[in-house]
């Protein structure tokens, strides 16, 4: 409960959250989802219950993107920007089918 707690009240460093949050611990939840996914597909289990593990990891996706985001608000001029595009892009990559 801390670990959503501090990252949504912004205590957070962008550099915390976009690197460590976002690329790594996001891409780690959503390929581990993706890799049951397909285990549950194999196994011979509907395909339904397969989308549904797939998608499971979503709102953590939009979690960590507004997270980014606020954090972004707080730091100046070009690095901003590229906080917010890096997040987004991070986040609509996981979210990708492979």
């Known amino acids: 409960?801390?670990?959503l707690r501090q990252r949504s009240r912004d205590r957070v460093p962008i550099k915390v959250l976009?690197?460590?949050d976002t690329f790594v611990c996001g891409t780690v939840i959503?390929?581990?989802?993706l890799g049951l996914a397909i285990l549950i597909v194999q196994l011979g289990?509907?395909?339904?219950l397969a989308v549904v593990v797939f998608?499971?990891?979503i709102p953590f996706n939009i979690f960590l993107w507004s997270a980014v985001w606020r954090a972004a608000a707080q730091v100046a001029?070009?690095?901003a920007w590229i906080a917010r595009t890096?997040?987004?892009?991070t986040e609509a990559v996981d979210?990708?089918?492979?």
């Open 1 to 3: 409960m801390r670990y």
């Open 18 to 20: 976009l690197w460590r």
């Open 30 to 33: 959503n390929l581990s989802f």
């Open 45 to 48: 289990y509907p395909d339904w």
């Open 55 to 57: 998608f499971v990891p």
């Open 77 to 79: 001029g070009m690095a």
């Open 86 to 89: 890096l997040g987004s892009c």
């Open 95 to 98: 979210d990708c089918p492979r």
